[in-house]
């Protein structure tokens, strides 16, 4: 059982940056893939980001790429995504996920574990 808790979500203008921090409970954190998705309010949840167990690989949502950037530090069990140039439209409740399998693709299975969401607003 894997247990994560995210943080770091708030209230941002346009244009600005945040870090979401997700930590995980567990041993052998290198053992899974981590990722994110996020839901905004009447739509549907959405890949947004993940990386290997080693953090060698990471994938992006097409839309995403060059302003978000996720990582790892495995020897903390924390997973990391780096959100610059914020826009309105990326306001929406972001979750932490886990899949067993370093190389398990979260963006096709979705995760097998999950946070219970930081809320990210961008206002205009």
């Known amino acids: 059982q894997v247990q994560l808790v995210e943080s770091g979500g708030g209230l941002v203008q346009a244009g600005g940056s945040l870090r979401l921090s997700c930590a995980a409970s567990?041993?052998?954190?290198?053992?899974?893939?981590m990722g994110w998705f996020r839901q905004a309010p009447g739509k549907e949840r959405e890949f947004v980001a993940s990386?290997?167990?080693?953090?060698?690989?990471?994938y992006y949502a097409d839309s995403l790429k060059g302003r978000f950037t996720i990582s790892r530090d495995n020897a903390k069990n924390t997973v990391y995504l780096q959100m610059n140039n914020l826009k309105p439209e990326d306001t929406a409740v972001y979750y932490c996920?886990?899949?067993?399998?370093?190389?398990?693709?979260?963006?096709?299975?979705?995760?097998?574990?999950w946070g219970q969401g930081t809320q990210v607003t961008v206002s205009s």
């Open positions: 567990g041993r052998i954190f290198s053992s899974y893939a």
């Open positions: 996920a886990a899949r067993r399998g370093a190389y398990s693709d979260l963006g096709r299975w979705g995760g097998e574990y």
């Open positions: 990386i290997t167990g080693s953090a060698v690989v990471t």
